[in-house]
Every structure is written in C-alpha cells, then in structure tokens.
C-alpha cells in the first residue's frame, strides 16, 4: 500500500464517536507528515475563538511560530492558500522574501527552505490550510502537492463529519435535559396542587418561578427540591 492509500484508509478508520475535532486535526497532520516526506513540519490553520487566524494543531513548534509571522503581517502561502482556495508551493523561500518579508524570515529563521500550503475545502469553502514545511529548497513535487491535496480534502470531511456528531451530540443532551427539567417541573407542580387543593396549574408554576427569582436559583433546582423533600417526608412516614 502507497503512502496516498495508507493515509486515506487511516482516515477513514477514525471513529467518530470516539474521535474530538482536536483529535481528529491532529491525526490528520500526523497522517500528512507521514505520507510525505519532505513535510518535517506539519501545521494546520483555522479560525480561533477570536475570530482570527490560529494554527489549531502541529507537529512540531517551528509551524506555530511561523505561521503567527503571517498572521500578524497578514499576508504568506498559508492565508492566500485559505483566502483564494488553492494550493501555494514555495520552492525557495528565499525567493518569496518581498511578497511575504515576515514569513520568509520566520521560515529561515527555523531552518524551513521550501513551503506547501493548500486549503481544507468543504464543497467551494476553505475552512483553513494545511501547511507543510521542508528543511532543503525544492523539498515538494507535484506528487507530494497531489497527495496532500487529498489527504487536506479528506481531512475536512473528516473535520466536517466530526463537527456534525458533536454538534447533534450536544443538540441531544440539551433536549434530553430539557425534557427532564420538564419533568421534574410537572411532578413538583403536581405536588403543590396535592398539597394545595384548588390551586390551578398556571398558579403551582408561578409559585415555583417566584421562588426561582426569590432565591435566585434555576426553576429546575426548585422543582428537584420539592420533589426530594415530598419524596423523604413520604417515606418518613411510611417507616413509622
């Protein structure tokens, strides 16, 4: 099996219900490194919680440091591969030092010589960039570019897919505690009509918001308490 197909399989194999975005970017770098050899660095940039450009995942130091160069410039392979969705090789980085001055020092500055940046498309969107970093000048081949190229596009479905299951994850746990917040609710309405005979619903839920704001806790934690406190009163009685 060649380097294109072992890394794909490896992709696919993930599990994703086992897998966080974090852990399934950084799989995806540590497959790319390996399925090319010229890349020693592998570093892949997204949008932060800021909103700007971050290298989310990395396999080594150097691809943080240099990529922070372009972020602060705002300009370098890395943003033009994301912003214009396609695939930017620099052979020589001595070459790009006028277009891109500060990724170009940075790059000489951490023994990088050679550059290839492509972009993590989902359909016609880039959701960032891959970018790989060579210590020798002319390190990537239009192979390599053909091979990252698949792996950047099968790493943002796998991205993609990853995204969607935690999100519905997520959707399902705040259903689920929703409903059982409902629940809890019900049965403690139900126990101050119980208690309260002539009391109408509308009028069990305003006593239980009023407490709510009173003590300024959440309407579930009031419900709960009568619940439990119904509940240990009943069995009190039942052991005498």
């Known amino acids: 099996m060649d380097a294109?197909?072992?890394?794909?399989?490896?992709?696919?194999?993930?599990?994703?219900?086992?897998?966080?975005?974090?852990?399934?970017?950084?799989?995806?770098?540590d497959i790319t490194q390996a399925a090319v050899p010229a890349a020693d660095v592998v570093g892949m940039s997204m949008i932060g919680e800021d909103g700007r450009p971050t290298t989310a995942v990395y396999t080594d130091q150097d691809s943080p440091?240099?990529?922070?160069?372009?972020?602060?410039?705002?300009?370098g392979p890395c943003l033009d591969a994301w912003r214009?969705?396609?695939?930017?090789?620099?052979?020589?980085?001595?070459?790009?030092?006028?277009?891109?001055?500060?990724?170009?020092?940075?790059?000489?500055?951490?023994?990088?010589?050679?550059?290839?940046?492509?972009?993590?498309?989902?359909?016609?969107?880039?959701?960032?960039?891959?970018?790989?970093?060579?210590r020798v000048e002319d390190g990537f081949t239009g192979e390599d570019e053909s091979?990252?190229?698949?792996?950047?596009?099968?790493?943002?479905?796998?991205?993609?897919?990853v995204s969607a299951y935690w999100t519905a994850f997520e959707l399902?746990?705040?259903?689920?505690?929703?409903?059982?917040?409902?629940?809890?609710?019900?049965?403690?309405?139900?126990?101050?009509?119980?208690?309260?005979?002539?009391?109408?619903?509308?009028?069990?839920?305003?006593?239980l918001r009023q407490v709510s704001q009173r003590e300024n806790v959440k309407l579930r934690e009031v419900a709960e308490r009568i619940v439990e406190d119904a509940t240990s009163s009943g069995a009190e009685e039942q052991s005498r």
Do not use: W
């Open 84 to 134: 214009n969705n396609d695939v930017f090789r620099v052979p020589r980085v001595r070459d790009c030092a006028e277009d891109y001055p500060a990724f170009a020092a940075a790059c000489l500055q951490h023994g990088v010589y050679s550059t290839l940046s492509l972009p993590m498309r989902a359909g016609e969107v880039a959701l960032g960039a891959v970018n790989l970093y060579g």
């Open 65 to 75: 440091e240099i990529d922070e160069a372009q972020y602060r410039e705002g300009k």
């Open 147 to 161: 091979v990252a190229m698949d792996l950047a596009a099968a790493g943002a479905a796998v991205l993609m897919n």
């Open 4 to 29: 294109r197909a072992a890394a794909l399989a490896a992709l696919v194999s993930f599990q994703v219900t086992e897998t966080t975005v974090g852990e399934a970017l950084q799989r995806i770098a």
């Open 172 to 207: 399902s746990q705040q259903l689920t505690e929703a409903m059982s917040s409902r629940a809890a609710i019900e049965q403690a309405k139900g126990m101050l009509m119980a208690q309260n005979r002539g009391l109408t619903p509308d009028e069990a839920f305003a006593l």
